[in-house]
C-alpha cells in the first residue's frame, strides 16, 4: 500500500505561483510513476504531469508546458509540483497518483493509488 497526501494548493491571482507537494508513506519504493491529476468544477479529472522513479523521464499535459515543472526527491517519496504563470483555468482539485508497473504510463486508468486532492483557485 501507498498513501499519498498532497499540500500547497490555495487561492492566488493571475500570473501567481504555487508549489504543490506530495509524501508518500509505506511501500513508498513500490511508487515507479509520480504523477499529479486535476478535476475542474464540472468537468473530467485530467493529467497534469507525471515522473518516474529516476526522475529522467517527464510527461506533460500541452496546456500546462513551460508554466508547470514536476520533479522528484532523491528518495523518491515526495513529489512536487511548481506552477508559474498560473491561470484561472488552471483552477480545480489537484490529485497526486502512484503508479505501481515501472511502465511509463500517465492515464488516470493505469494509477494503482490516490491521494485526497488539494484545492487550487486562481482568481482572475
Known amino acids: 500500500q501507498v498513501h499519498l497526501v498532497e499540500s500547497g494548493g490555495g487561492l492566488v491571482q493571475a500570473g501567481d505561483s504555487l508549489r504543490l507537494s506530495c509524501t508518500a508513506s509505506?511501500?513508498?519504493?513500490?511508487?515507479?510513476?509520480l504523477a499529479w491529476f486535476r478535476q475542474a468544477p464540472g468537468k473530467e479529472r485530467e493529467s497534469v504531469a507525471a515522473v518516474s522513479w529516476s526522475g529522467y523521464l517527464r510527461s506533460y499535459a500541452d496546456s500546462v508546458k513551460d508554466r508547470f515543472t514536476i520533479s522528484r526527491d532523491h528518495g523518491g517519496a515526495t513529489v512536487y509540483l511548481e506552477m508559474n504563470n498560473l491561470l484561472p483555468e488552471d483552477t480545480g482539485v489537484y490529485y497526486c497518483?502512484?503508479?505501481?508497473?515501472?511502465?511509463?504510463?500517465?492515464?488516470?486508468?493505469?494509477?494503482?493509488?490516490w491521494g485526497q486532492g488539494t484545492q487550487v483557485t486562481v482568481s482572475s
Open positions: 497518483a502512484a503508479r505501481v508497473d515501472p511502465a511509463f504510463k500517465t492515464d488516470a486508468q493505469s494509477m494503482d493509488y
Open positions: 509505506g511501500r513508498t519504493n513500490s511508487a515507479n510513476i
